[in-house]
């Protein structure tokens, strides 16, 4: 595989996995409305950087890693739920869209920092990443540029379906009511409590499970 190929391929595989709709998908678009859109193009960034980090444990084949991450699987599990919780209930409290701003922080850079440590507690990624490169003979093929080049392309396939979201969500925000946008906060507050529960149950039932 050429670098050029790796590079259209790991594009093709980051805008594939960070399309799908969950709870970074709801912070991007929750601080697009209230805040802006480079504030949730940095929040989704964040989220790119750390697909990228497991991209790159899958293309080149780091197995230690991928173990490690895997055996501190549960744990982070209950830290992502944790954070997830926090988020949500503090989206909730904020009495308007400028507060909700606030609530999910105050700056770009705590906004990518904070979506890149969520997204890396969920090493259940690795696994995707790694199915996804064994299935189409990805790992390792074409060396080490072939591979550099892979999780260049795994970010900037990332980044851009974070930029289209956050880029779509504040040119409509621009059209909608300070209701509409109290309402959507609410929601997406709901919500992202939501995943934080669900990933707590998900961790609890495997902690019970035998074996």
């Keep these: 595989m050429t670098p050029l190929d790796a590079l259209l391929t790991g594009g093709a595989i980051g805008f594939a996995i960070a ?10 678009i929750r601080r697009s409305l209230a805040d802006g859109m ?3 193009f940095a929040t989704g960034l964040g989220a790119a950087a750390a697909d990228a980090c497991y991209g790159a444990v899958a293309a080149f084949g780091l197995t230690a ?10 744990p982070l599990g209950w830290i992502g739920g944790a954070v ?28 990518f920092a904070g979506t890149f440590g969520l997204t890396l507690t969920n090493p259940a990624t690795i696994l995707s990443f790694a ?11 074409g060396g080490f ?23 779509s969500v504040a040119l409509i925000r621009r ?16 919500t992202i409590v939501g995943f934080g529960l669900a990933l707590w149950l998900a961790e609890a039932r495997r902690a019970l499970a035998p074996g």
Excluded: D, T, Y
């Excluded at 490169?133 to 990805?138: D, N």
């Excluded at 540029?145 to 880029?167: C, E, R």
């Design 19 to 28: 399309a799908p709709v969950g709870p970074i998908g709801l912070l991007c």
């Design 38 to 40: 480079a504030m949730g």
């Design 65 to 74: 890693v991928g173990e490690a991450l895997v055996a501190w699987r549960q």
């Design 84 to 111: 997830l919780l926090w988020l949500g209930l503090r989206i909730l409290r904020a009495p308007n869209p400028a507060a909700a701003a606030e609530a999910g922080g105050g700056s770009r850079l705590r906004a």
């Design 131 to 141: 199915a996804v490169f064994a299935g189409f003979g990805l790992i390792a093929a």
């Design 145 to 167: 540029v072939s591979a550099a080049a892979m999780v260049g392309g795994v970010f900037l396939g990332s980044a851009l379906w974070w930029l289209m979201l956050a880029g």
């Design 175 to 190: 059209r909608l009511p300070e209701s509409a946008v109290l309402w959507i906060n609410r929601v997406s507050g709901l």
